[in-house]
Nanobody, 130 residues
Framework: QVQLVESGGGLVQAGGSLRLSCAASVSGRTFSDYAVGWFRQAPGKEREFVVAISWTGVSTHYADSVKGRFTASRDNAKNTVYLQMNTLRPEDTAVYYC?????????????????????WGQGTQVTVSS
């Protein structure tokens, strides 16, 4: 069982930065058993993959739309994952969610499909004004 709580969202002007956090409470396993993904969902749109980060945090995979602007990291000692978002654009406006899954392969660990993720947080709103 994993409970996830996102925080750090808010209102920012275009070009600004925000840092999101995703704090996990884990029972039965350890947080480092899980890879973590960030997704976002804008009004009227489907949930969109943003980034996945591996168990140790060494490996990441970004959506093209955020590559070079967003950086994911994790601190397993604190059971927390972070998403540093720089050079924000109005089109980044969405509810941001973190989610976890347990990969079955260390070589093919990246999952961009939301259906593969087992546990989700409640989301945090990010609004970027122009």
């Amino acid at each position: 069982q994993v409970q996830l709580v996102e925080s750090g969202g808010g209102l920012v002007q275009a070009g600004g930065s925000l840092r999101l956090s995703c704090a996990a409470s884990v029972s039965g396993r350890t947080f480092s058993d899980y890879a973590v993904g960030w997704f976002r969902q804008a009004p009227g749109k489907e949930r969109e993959f943003v980034v996945a980060i591996s168990w140790t945090g060494v490996s990441t995979h970004y959506a093209d739309s955020v590559k070079g602007r967003f950086t994911a990291s994790r601190d397993n000692a604190k059971n927390t994952v972070y998403l540093q978002m720089n050079t924000l654009r109005p089109e980044d406006t969405a509810v941001y969610y973190c989610a976890v899954y347990r990969p079955t392969s260390s070589l093919a660990w990246v999952e961009v499909g939301a259906s593969k993720y087992e546990y989700w947080g409640q989301g945090t709103q990010v609004t970027v004004s122009s």
